[in-house]
């Protein structure tokens, strides 16, 4: 089955700086690639998600980029705010026998936007 | 938030009990998913359901069984609930369009502790 690992665990940025985190995956098969935000308490949300017939996908100051070969894919966040502190979960999935057998997801960063 | 609520919210219940824990969604989507959340070990899949009685084992899948008579309910049942089955469990619900599968909505969470 799927694996995918994501680092840093913990990641610590200054406000108004970047942040990436980084997500490695093992089935060739997979093709979908969600990221996902929890704060404390709450459900997991969607922030952006990319397709394997994608490189890179953008929305305001979230990006994510993918590379197929290397079975890696990042996020990016730029101008870090406060706002943005909460856990980041990774995720890959993929179809098989047509249907949607579910996500395996990283183990999640915690992001930590300084002031 | 997508139409997703879960019941119960919270429960503390004794080792070698039974529970069952509830999704319902108003969206009338196809896939339903039962994952549960530890420290550590980010989102884990125990089943999921590709439609009313169709139902498949994921990842940590031993001491869990589901069922789905309906397609806006996906219940979850710990046959004889043990210690180490405390934790965050999460319903999920997508589409699948196109060839490819959909955003993964999840609903608010059931925190159960095993006594």
Redesign the interface.
């Given at each position: 089955?799927e694996n995918v690992e994501?680092h840093p665990s913990t990641l610590s940025v200054q406000e108004g700086d970047s942040a990436v985190i980084k997500c490695t995956y093992s089935d060739s098969a997979s093709?979908?690639f969600?990221w996902?935000k929890q704060e404390l308490g709450k459900?997991?949300?969607?922030i952006i998600?990319i397709?394997s017939n994608v490189g890179e996908k953008k929305d305001q100051r979230i990006a994510v980029t993918l590379n197929k070969t290397a079975k890696h894919f990042s996020l990016h966040i730029t101008e870090t705010q406060p706002e943005d502190s909460a856990v980041y979960?990774c995720?890959g999935?993929?179809?098989s026998g047509g249907?949607?057998?579910?996500?395996?997801?990283?183990?999640?960063t915690h992001l930590i936007i300084q002031p | 938030d997508a139409g997703i609520t879960q019941s119960p919210r919270h429960k503390v219940t004794e080792t070698g009990t039974p529970v069952t824990l509830r999704c319902h969604q108003t969206e009338n989507h196809r896939y339903m998913y039962w994952y549960r959340q530890d420290p550590g070990h980010g989102l884990r899949l125990i089943h999921y359901s590709y439609g009313v009685k169709d139902t498949d084992k994921g990842e940590v899948s031993d001491g869990y069984s589901v069922s789905r008579s309906k397609t806006e309910d996906f219940l979850l049942t710990l046959e004889s609930a043990t210690s180490s089955q405390t934790s965050v469990y999460f319903c999920a619900i997508s589409e699948w369009a196109g060839g490819h599968q959909e955003t993964q909505y999840f609903g608010p969470g059931t925190r159960l502790l095993v006594l």
């Open positions: 089955g994501q093709n979908y969600p996902y459900r997991p949300q969607l998600d397709r979960f995720a999935g993929g179809e249907g949607a057998d579910g996500l395996t997801f990283g183990k999640g | -």
